[in-house]
């Protein structure tokens, strides 16, 4: 695996790291991983590449390692999203694999390029949407698929964090709120993708109306800090998606509700080794991770006896475990791919134009 | 206090009469409980009230009891929506003060009829909004006018429920789905505005506009079951309510969230005694009943010391205790007057209208 | 029903009051509520007993009662724990029915007396074990003994407060840390007599042996303020209870977990409306109050549909419920009686006992 | 790295292998993983050690990395525990440190010979006491030895699990349930010391008494499965220690609860990134992982933003991440060392025999 972004300071790249090789199958060995020689130097020794394998750009890695006998059989692409697709492309075309932080591009037509590459070149593509990986959020999915609640007629998914809460921001808020570097959407698109994708992952079932709402409560703000959604999916379900980053005091609170004709999942990321299930006669079962009675999915996700808490570094194992399997020719991996990606670019910039036009209702088709 | 309602097999009749003499200051000596002779007498019995002081209507014990030396001091309605207009005016008319349940009529025209028909001879009249008697309710509303969250910017307010998830539906569900007994509004009508008015009352800020989406999953139903509405408040907040009776397998889910400049508060009617405040700067408190940093209104309607719960009748019956407290020139009543139940109605009214008509935002005023 | 203690100012009084007239089918007429006329009349008018039923002394009270052809047909005993038996026998020798207060009395040769007081003149007895009163308490009853959780081997019920944690200590403490008024045990007759009546009332068996260890915390203390106590039970299940008064910052913490050879149970006092039910398959189950799998008792203690909180008054209410039905002659109460008490006495004076002599295992045959 | 134990099929050598890795500063390079030549060479290929360093047993491997210019800087011991002291005593003679699981070793006198063994030959010894890692059980520990919650004077430790409720055990279960392999303790060797250190390690107090009951429900079993125990501690604070294995459907409940004299701390492993502050005048603060106020020590283990779950293996980690600042000659690891090894071993053999005896109070000296 090769690593594009993830320099000294970063968030995110290092949580890349740690959960591709955390099952001892994948090994970073090379990078792009700052523009800046000394700092891509001085990340390649923490990470343990080789000094000959930390590049100045991810052409230059791709191209190198295309050449290897040894190189790379992916790239990971952990930069701010403006970088997604010069880093896609570069690795398509070389014919290696992809997986890739969300959102997917900075802009739908950015995504559509994506998938028109994919389409010229196939290799293998994925995208970390990190929160499908919990093996609970599988188990909902797959009980779902095989009718556990019925029909859903209703779905409430909320991602709510609070540190943007104050006007003064840090580093990390800065380039999600420069619409260069973070796209069109603020909110929408740091976190408001990951409760569409979980709710249509889970559901198994596509959003098809929209009515959005999207603002900020900061002065000055350029970017939506807080988004409200009406959903609409297509076998008639009900929904609703908030995603906000004012919600002060608020960690990282991801939660899904689903609600079927028989009964009902919930399920909340700051606890994510249970679910909860609603049963239409009155009865509430709690599920818990590593329970004998999850399926295959789920189990194959899990490391650790019941009772053993696992979290969010696991779970983005997962979808790397799951790659891996893809990469090896295996089936079965559930890692969203373009299409998903696709979708989410479409999600952002129908949310924000519908909001700004205060258009009401709007079709949802991608 | 006379009752109207709450004949044999009634639910919520009994509830008030419990809860408005738990505390010992109210008695309840007359009632017109139902219409059919014999079940009046069985209720009267029941409630040990004296068989001649059991009427064949409303208007009949108003104007017995008017008469009386000792005669009622207040009327409690607990009927179905249809009638709280015959029995509020009935009561007015002859000076008796009144506790409705809500929501205050079946119409906004009716609830303009109330108010006038109070300011043309005003009488106390309180609305049973039960929710807003909670003193953990009473203590956020305290804090938030002190500034203890700074200004509120979003607020989030649920009222989760799901028994008529399934199509078939008990006596209660009965006048509660039949638009002639219920008046426009099913689920916005019967919990939607539990949720508002508990929203405005703890924000202490108005709705000022809103963009509704109601709607039923149960097919062949004419009034709502399911309601999602995104709020404006009166100054600039933005907000969220939800509110259905189709989430599989929910009991009576009330929450609300509400986040300021500087914390926030958390608070669930499942679990009453306690509510999470978030700060801006990473800690989180919970603020616990009975605790002594609580203010005088919590207090006061707290009989019982730290981890004794205390549940809805207490709740209610702390509404009441207000209302006598008002009945006896005491200042400092925190009861739902009749602006609120007009506001309540105008809420139902126009979400029904603008969700049908698909109008997008409309300005609420009231 | 007639009152003795519940004066201005104190606790446990009131509590019963509201409790035994909550559903409306007892009333508070008669009482000796404090030796002070002038206080005395005061609380009289506060509960709303006439002037002329406000007795200067319980022997009064059970004299006059007895004569009067609508007299009371039983007394609740609310005062600290060395005036239970006086009045106790003023009523049992009067004819007339008692509920008490736990413990039955302060030291087990007075609970003797009251067990061949009741043997020589049988009227109704119950204790107010308020704690045993809770619907989901008795489903947890229901269902151990209907085989739910197989055969019972080991048990843990706690009693955790905080409000002794400090030297001072407020009015409430007064009595209940001095010998001479709340007897031989502190935190043990306070609130470890309720862990241990749960125990046994929930688990169906009997405790047949102890190892107590009792101390105090605070320097000075006479009486214990954290019991530690392992248990056997007459099957061979093993046990533990804890019981403190110096867990600071805990309020009322009653919980109980019982673990069977293929269940268990998990309930605690703070959140009573729901139990956990853990299966051996790895299984769990959130039961919950008002659901409709409940059994007859647990329905019957039940006013509110599921989601709408019910407390400790309400708890208490079932208590004074099921004494009704006993003097109404009907079958089915499972209020404590004497020999329960019996059992209370019994093990704070052999805690009390083994605890000092430090005697290790003990056996606990009453 | 070097591995004993953690052949194919083991649980805890691949959470050590993960665990080690994690943060990317440590290698597994070595292993003697398996008796069996053939499921050795399986285990290496798994950890990517390559087959010369896939030894035959913990003698030759120490023997062939003391030789090399590359070998391995520390042992890891993940065998049963009666092979802990021969792993231990080879690494320790060739001068080569030693992580090893917890207990110690499977006999008392086995562990004065480790203590014996590194008096004369010092290397970095430390002891995975896994739970001692977490980010929040530092934090306490921290916040007590600098007076946050005053004076120590309760304590409860709790570990629940329900694995063994049954008759039928599982292979895990086989070898910690035979004396021979295990040692003298069953429960209490598995867990009770996990239970019995964290209760040290937080506290900064030593257990100086204890009173011990040890026995097993399950008929048939030689060694113990439930274990109660009362202690005392060098300042005088009483203590409770609970651990069983036959609580039925617990998964893994290790729970701690420490009171002082101004306030107390509760935290649960199952749901580790948070511990309850209850405050001795009411209040009550959550305080969350990767929180601003935590200290240095909780912070150096966080490896992600509030709100993002961490787990086992990233406690287990931060032990690892701690040990090899050791090996660098950086002070300020808090991993357990040999004598808090030697001080489990002497619970495990000191309640054993207090237990068996019924010796009721005994002193504690190590």
Not at 86 to 93: D, G, K, L, S, T
Not at 144 to 162: C, D, P, R, S
Not at 188 to 201: K, M, N, R, Y
Not at 269 to 281: A, I, S, T, V
Request: aromatic letters at 6%.
């Amino acid at each position: 695996m090769g690593l594009v972004g993830g320099g000294p300071g970063a968030f995110i790249g290092p949580v890349h790291a740690m959960a591709a090789q955390l099952d001892g199958r994948i090994d970073l060995v090379a990078g792009a991983f700052s523009r800046d020689p000394a700092r891509n130097a001085e990340a390649a020794q923490g990470y343990g590449v080789a000094p000959d394998r930390a590049y100045a750009s991810v052409e230059a890695m791709v191209a190198a390692e295309a050449a290897r006998e040894d190189g790379i059989d992916f790239l990971t692409v952990a930069t701010p999203n403006a970088h997604h697709l010069p880093a896609a492309r570069a690795a398509i075309e070389s014919g290696i694999a992809v997986m890739s932080d969300k959102p997917m591009t900075a802009t739908l037509e950015e995504a559509r390029e994506i998938v028109a590459l994919l389409a010229d070149k196939p290799v293998p593509f994925g995208l970390t949407y990190t929160y499908s990986g919990y093996p609970l959020v599988r188990e909902m999915r797959a009980r779902i698929a095989a009718g556990a609640i019925g029909k859903v007629h209703k779905l409430v998914v909320e991602y709510n964090q609070g540190w943007l809460a104050g006007a003064a921001e840090g580093q990390q808020a800065e380039w999600r709120m420069d619409p260069k570097r973070a796209g069109l959407g603020g909110c929408i698109a740091d976190i408001g993708v990951h409760a569409f994708q979980l709710a249509e992952f889970v559901s198994g079932h596509r959003v098809s109306r929209i009515n959005a709402d999207l603002g900020s409560v900061v002065d000055g703000r350029v970017l939506d800090d807080d988004c409200q959604m009406f959903l609409r999916f297509d076998n008639g379900a009900r929904g609703l998606l908030m995603a906000s980053q004012v919600m002060t005091g608020e960690g990282n609170d991801l939660a899904l509700r689903i609600y079927g004709e028989t009964g009902a999942f919930r399920w909340s990321q700051e606890n994510p080794n249970r679910f909860e299930w609603l049963k239409g006669d009155g009865g509430m079962e709690v599920v818990r991770a590593a329970d004998p009675t999850l399926g295959p999915v789920a189990l194959r996700g899990t490391r650790l006896p019941g009772g053993h808490p696992e979290g969010l570094l696991e779970s983005l194992a997962n979808l790397y475990g799951e790659f891996a399997m893809t990469l090896r020719g295996e089936p079965g991996s559930l890692v969203p791919d373009a299409n998903e990606g696709l979708r989410g670019m479409a999600l952002i910039e129908r949310a924000v134009a519908a909001s700004r036009e205060q258009s009401g209702w709007v079709d949802f088709i991608v």
